[in-house]
């Protein structure tokens, strides 16, 4: 256990020291008066007198929160977002909110208003600090974080930077908010004494008890139809390995719902679509993997006899208000590791495996027919279909590009891609997500392309300006691509979902839904130095997409393909019942 000695002007510098210390690459940073002491600590490290993590300004906090939340996803590593006080706190919570409920640690921080009116060095100086402290700062976001506390005095400082991190990344992990006062980051430590590297470590997810292991796998072993529903399975990409055996060896097959991972490459034998409807009766043992949401019971029905088996860190989803699916064995723990314990443990009829193998098999074949000959016909003409747009991107994809959806993109359409590379929105469906994400992931490995595809509405969401001056500030050629139906159709879709006959539905543009006088979106990205085209017609798309991948590929310049695409009510309609 080593102990390093800095010579400090400021707590705040000692405070980015530990967090560089502690592998904190970024601080994702939007200022205020707050900030002054974090400010010049950083300017000092900027001219090599100090250290701290790299300070990346993002002019909008929802656009910070993500790009923390994609860069986890590359690396595994959580990163600090610092905001101005309780003002940029609030403008962040939508980010936190997507984060908490998909388990992303991040150390969330925020200044706090300076609590003196005079006297101390960082005391109140401007009219804002009044009127902008409240009562109870972390209130706003207490019930996303795993923990919040207010830095209260410098002595504390290496206890509390451990336990922020140590809790954020203890399973399941989450974000974890520090308030930072101005008069705490304006002490003057002079010698700053600190362990390196950190005798703190955080809590892994663990693995049931051999007894439920075995009950679980006598359950599967026994079925007719077993079926595995995941969700976020594969946020870790070496977990992929484990389910691809399971589900392999004993001829599961996985329904990926809502997948926010690559969960099983969709050629995997045993990959049975993306909907759990179809299955869902049939199925007599089910095993969720991290599925927060496995089916929706007004749309699906499990059988009357239908056995559950409910498996991830957290399975019960204890965190959320209400969630009652059936669960007549519940696993607890680390979700590949219970995958492989399943897989250790299991037997089952060599005829029951032949039966379900010959049945997907056949399910596959007719899949492959029938996207074959829907590709064919929306290869031409405009407003385009999601299907072939999807087809396309999958077709102008390297094996390990990366890609970000907060759309409606039907990811079964981008060919088969491996674990790790393709990500989804949260289940809390805060949007405004994907740009910030997209930025993240790129920053993480440059080495990789990057493509984030986005609705119309959710690139507006993204805030496109400050995500595109983030792009261009540090050089992150995203490809991105937005599927512009121009409205809200998800919205337009639930509206008729509860009035089929309605008001709403004869007009075809319903009121808070259409997005027109729909903006030329491909020019945003103009005004930050990018490539931006207009697409009208299916025809046309891979010739934009080489476009688009020329600029991100050679010019290194960020891309933007505002794709017209087509929306239907019926088919919404039918999507909605699916
Ligand atoms: C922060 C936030 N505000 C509002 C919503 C409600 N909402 C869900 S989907 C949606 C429309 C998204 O529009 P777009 O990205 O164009 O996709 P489309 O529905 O047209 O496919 C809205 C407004 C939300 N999920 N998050
Ligand atoms: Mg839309």
Partial sequence: MGKQKIKADTAAEAYLTLLADRGVDYLFGNAGTDFASVIEALSKAQLGEAKAPTPVTVPHENVAVAMAHGYFLATGRPQAVMLHVTVGTANGVCGIMNAARERIPMLFTAGRTPLTEEGLPGARSIYIHWAQELFDQAGMVRELVKWDYELRNLEQLETVV??????????????????????????????????????????????????AIDQAADMLSKAK?????????????????????????FAIPVVCYRPRYVNLPTDHSMHAGFEPGPKLGNADVILTLEADTPWIPSLHKIGPDTKVIQAGVDPLFANYPIRGFRSDLTLSGDSAAIVKALSDAMSADKDRIATTRKVVAEEKLLLQDTQKALLERQSVGGPMEYPWVAHCIGQAMNADDALVSESQLPVGFLGSRAPGTVFGTSPAGGLGWGNGAALGLQLADRSRRVFNVAGD?????????????????????????????????????????????????RLNRSPLTALEPNPEFEKIVEANGGYGERVDNAEDLPGALERALKAVDVEKRQAVLNVQTSYDDAQALADARR
């Fill in 457 to 505: 509405g959710s690139y507006m969401f993204g805030n496109p300006t400050p995500a595109h001056f983030v792009g261009a500030a540090l050089e992150l050629p995203i490809c991105t691509i937005i599927l512009n139906n121009r409205m809200w159709g998800s919205v337009r879709k639930s509206t008729l979902g509860l009035h089929p006959e309605g008001a709403a539905s």
């Fill in 162 to 211: 451990d336990r922020a991190l140590t809790i954020a990344m203890s399973e399941p992990r989450g974000p974890v908010y520090l308030t930072l006062p101005r008069e705490i980051l304006a002490e003057k430590p002079g010698d700053f004494i600190f362990e390196s590297p950190s005798s703190r470590n955080p809590t892994l997810a663990g693995i049931p008890n051999p007894n």
């Fill in 225 to 249: 139809n077993p079926l595995i529903i995941s969700s976020s399975y594969g946020q870790n990409s070496k977990d992929v390995a484990v389910l691809e055996k399971l589900a392999d060896q």
